[in-house]
Each structure stands twice: as structure tokens, then as C-alpha cells.
């Protein structure tokens, strides 16, 4: 017990660190632009490297433990995130750069997820209210990960439009994911530990994402944050549901927002509107510290709720969410 809680503690506190240190000096008067903006001046400029940092920094702690400690990870688990973080990185430096079609963008969401569903990261079964497992079969199983993958995804790159929003969000969902993997019902410390390098390497970012933020995730960090979380939730079926709680508020949003643009016959890929719940917000003239406050407040309130409650008590969770974020949208819309 004393080996795991420090190698947790490293997990956490080595990539917090170093991403501190580098964002720092990264940041500092000149110093990354005198260094590296003759090859990547445009991405520079734009302030979205954030991601690129981030996800480079995860990539090598994920490689750091899994040669430290053996077991860590599976290989295909190991080497699927490793790829797909890649593809999403790539994807999402395009992206910011020149601001990709949302067929191409679906592209590189989809090729990261496939890859997670093709070395086995599949959701097999959901649990009833009733208790009973409800099996799925292989096929089924395979799309309903491949969806919510990309679910995950577009709904932290829709909540990403207020300074440090989609990361405390992000950083909410890991912590709650990392003690539920330790708790004794799943006890997965591989996964704790997993989860909890994500959020040390994300916490470092956030220091200097917060509002007036000095960088940003880009599309390429809001991805990798996404797939990530995604396909953690489904190495245990019991964390998807925790996920989906936690990650209420994003998700509903998701959903209102695609279902009130197709009544109004667009597609519900295309934005160039204000209907998202923190743009309504910051419409009406919310702080976003404050935005960010109500969205981490009722993700970790609703992360706590799932940590402490069975299936059917994730169920009562979930249906009064859903009614008071229908409320306050409709208020908010009014």
C-alpha cells in the first residue's frame, strides 16, 4: 500500500512539475519565440501550443512508467494511446493552423478511436437500476465505444470557449476517475496511476490557462484530454457512467445544442451561434472565473454523488440533472 501511494504521488507530482517548468520558461520574455518560431511561428502566435506541451508531456511520462514499472499498462493499451494521442495531435495542430473542415476533423477523432476499439477497449455491458448486466454483443459493443469516444471528445472541444473551462473540467473527471479505480469494487491502480498523470501534466498547464489565459489547450489538447478520459472510462464499465455524470453538464450541452440546430435545419457540426450554456453565460455577463466555478462545482459535486452510489443511485443523480440543466438553458435562452 505504501509503494503504490508513492508511486501515485510521482505520477501526480513529476508531470506537474515538469510542465510547470517548461510553461514557465516557455513563456518567459523571448524565450520560445526566439527558439522555435522560424518552424512553427504561425502556431506560436496563435497561443494554442498549450496541447502540444501537454500532450507531449503525457506521451513521455506514459513511456517513463510503463519502462519503470513493469505492468503498468498492457501493451495494447500502452501503445494505443501512445498512437492516438499522435493522431490527435497531428489532426489538431492542422486544425489550428488552418482551421480544418469538420469532415476532415471527424477524420482523425474517428482513426484514434478506432484504434481503441481495435486492440479491445469496448463497452460489453451496462448495469440496470435493477442491478442485472445487460450484455452487449461483440459489433455493438465495438460502435457504442467507438460513439461515446467521439462524444467525449466534441463535448470538451464544445465547452472549450472560456478560459481554463474545458481543463477544470478535465481535471474534475481524472481525480473522480482515480478514486473510483482505487476503490475496491474495481481496484485498478494502474489506472489510478494513469489518471492521475494526466491531471499532474494538466494542472501545470492550467497555472497559466486560467482567465486572462496566456495559452491555450488548441484543438489539439482539447482532443487528447477527450480520448483520453474516454477510453480510461471504458477500461472499467463502471466508469462510464461515472464519467457520463461527471461530464453531465458538457454532454447534455453537447446534445441541446446538435438537437436545436437541427430543428433549425443546419447540421450540428456547424457553430456560428451562441447557444452553448457558457456562451449564453458569458452573454449575460458572467465572470469566467465564475463560469468556471458552477462548471467544476457541479462536476465534482455530481463525480462525488457517483463515488458514493450504486447504479440506481447514479440513476436519481442523472434525471435531476437533466431537468435543472434544462431549466437553466431555457432561462438562459429566454
Request: aromatic fraction near 14%; proline fraction near 3%.
Amino acid at each position: 500500500m505504501e509503494n503504490l501511494a508513492i508511486k501515485n504521488l510521482l505520477g501526480f507530482l513529476m508531470p506537474l512539475l515538469v510542465a510547470v517548468i517548461v510553461f514557465t520558461y516557455l513563456l518567459r520574455r523571448g524565450g520560445f519565440q526566439t527558439r522555435l518560431c522560424m518552424w512553427v511561428g504561425k502556431y506560436i502566435n496563435s497561443k494554442r501550443w498549450g496541447g502540444v506541451i501537454l500532450g507531449v508531456t503525457i506521451i513521455i511520462f506514459l513511456i517513463f512508467f510503463q519502462n519503470i514499472f513493469t505492468g503498468f499498462l498492457l501493451p495494447k493499451d500502452f501503445w494505443s494511446l501512445i498512437v492516438g494521442i499522435i493522431v490527435l495531435l497531428l489532426g489538431g495542430i492542422w486544425d489550428d493552423l488552418e482551421k480544418i473542415s469538420w469532415k476532415k476533423q471527424l477524420l482523425f477523432q474517428s482513426a484514434a478511436a478506432v484504434i481503441a476499439v481495435a486492440v479491445g477497449d469496448t463497452i460489453e455491458h451496462i448495469r440496470l437500476p435493477s442491478g442485472e448486466v445487460f450484455l452487449f454483443s461483440p459489433f455493438f459493443s465495438a460502435v457504442l465505444a467507438y460513439f461515446w469516444i467521439i462524444l467525449v471528445i466534441e463535448a470538451l472541444n464544445w465547452l472549450d470557449g472560456v478560459d481554463g473551462l474545458s481543463g477544470s473540467v478535465s481535471f474534475v473527471t481524472l481525480l473522480v476517475l482515480a478514486a473510483l479505480s482505487l476503490a475496491t469494487v474495481v481496484n485498478q491502480p494502474s489506472t489510478t496511476l494513469l489518471c492521475l498523470i494526466i491531471a499532474g501534466g494538466l494542472l501545470g498547464f492550467l497555472f497559466y490557462n486560467f482567465f486572462p489565459a496566456k495559452v491555450y489547450l488548441g484543438t489539439s489538447g482539447v482532443w487528447i484530454l477527450g480520448f483520453l478520459i474516454a477510453v480510461i472510462s471504458i477500461y472499467s464499465g463502471g466508469k462510464v457512467a461515472t464519467t457520463a455524470l461527471v461530464l453531465g453538464i458538457p454532454i447534455i450541452d453537447f446534445l441541446l445544442v446538435s438537437i436545436e440546430r437541427i430543428l433549425a435545419g443546419k447540421w450540428p457540426v456547424f457553430g456560428g451561434d451562441r447557444l452553448h450554456l457558457h456562451e449564453r453565460l458569458i452573454d449575460q455577463d458572467w465572470k469566467p472565473a465564475n463560469i468556471v466555478l458552477l462548471f467544476s462545482a457541479f462536476s465534482l459535486l455530481l463525480g462525488l454523488g457517483a463515488l458514493l452510489s450504486q447504479t440506481k443511485g447514479k440513476l436519481y443523480l442523472v434525471l435531476p440533472l437533466a431537468v435543472f440543466f434544462l431549466l437553466f438553458a431555457l432561462i438562459q435562452k429566454r
